[in-house]
């Protein structure tokens, strides 16, 4: 059998019942490509039509994403879908203004700040280390630094330094983040995107070690029976982490893949 054709079969039950299916994407990686400063990210036309369109015909398009939701939203340019921002930490709801924040997070949000503050920006900049503050959590990326290995070295330092402080980290491509130490993750995305739904299948979109937490938690809705279908699909890239591969049920190439196969579930 071919990928295509295994990856037909896997979205034939969405497109057989599109009234009772939800598609769950990722941002970066997944609906826009990865760039070297987060702040440039931006959504191709061509797919942000795919994504419009998708949301005519399933009962739920929503994103989940390492960003601050009202970022995503911003990013993505679609207000009639749902944002679940900072790994699942905060939900934008459909046209709402603000996103709510839970509140065990947020209570943290000055002590990652305080952690994050410790190394100066002269030192993060000569670095090569770029800080990204979304609000509660703190991200320190070094994609293309010139000194890579003195990037990833200062990165840690502070990254270990949060840990003895009583933080928590987390490590995905090129960048660390800091965190409360509250259980954040995209598994609980997508618990909460599709509570009180009346969804049988449910398809989950994503690039990077945090999607396969989505993964797990569309399996897990499946085990308990609130889910008759899941379909895990990883995107491709240059820096594909294994535990991506395999975790997913097939993978696609890459952003433009991906806005091929949404262009194809709008059909």
């Known amino acids: 059998m071919s990928p295509a054709t295994a990856l037909d079969e896997l979205l034939a039950p969405l497109r057989a019942q599109p009234e009772r299916s939800a598609i769950l994407l990722d941002l970066d990686g997944t609906l826009a490509p990865i760039v070297r400063d987060p702040d440039t990210a931006s959504v191709p036309e ?37 944002y679940a921002g900072l790994h699942g930490a905060e939900l934008l709801v459909r046209g709402a203004p603000k996103a709510v924040l839970d509140p065990e997070v947020e209570r943290w949000g000055a002590r990652v ?16 280390v770029r800080r990204e503050d979304k609000g509660p959590i703190v991200a320190l990326h070094w994609r293309g630094a010139d000194d890579e290995a003195a990037a990833v070295e200062l990165a840690e330092t502070i990254g270990h330094d949060a840990l003895a402080a009583g933080l ?4 995905g491509r090129r960048v660390i983040e800091l965190r409360p130490p509250v259980p954040i993750g995209k598994d609980g995305a997508v618990r909460r995107l599709l509570a009180r739904l009346d ?7 994503g690039d990077d070690r945090t999607d396969v937490d989505g993964f797990t938690a569309l399996r897990a809705l499946v085990s308990d029976g609130r889910l ?12 594909t982490p294994p535990e991506l591969v395999s975790a997913a049920d097939a993978m ?16």
């Open 168 to 171: 928590a980290i987390h490590r």
């Open 113 to 128: 700040a305080a952690a994050a503050d410790a190394v100066d920006e002269d030192a993060l900049r000569a670095a090569g």
């Open 46 to 82: 061509l797919t942000r039509r795919a994504v419009q369109d998708l949301t005519e015909r399933y009962a739920l398009v929503g994103c989940i994403t390492g960003r601050q939701a009202s970022d995503a939203r911003r990013i993505v340019g679609i207000g009639t879908i749902p």
């Open 228 to 239: 008759e279908r899941a379909v895990c699909l990883g995107v491709t890239s240059d820096e």
């Open 252 to 267: 696609v190439d890459g952003p433009l893949g991906v806005r091929r196969l949404l262009t194809a579930l709008a059909l």
């Open 199 to 205: 969804i049988g299948c449910a398809l989950y979109l």
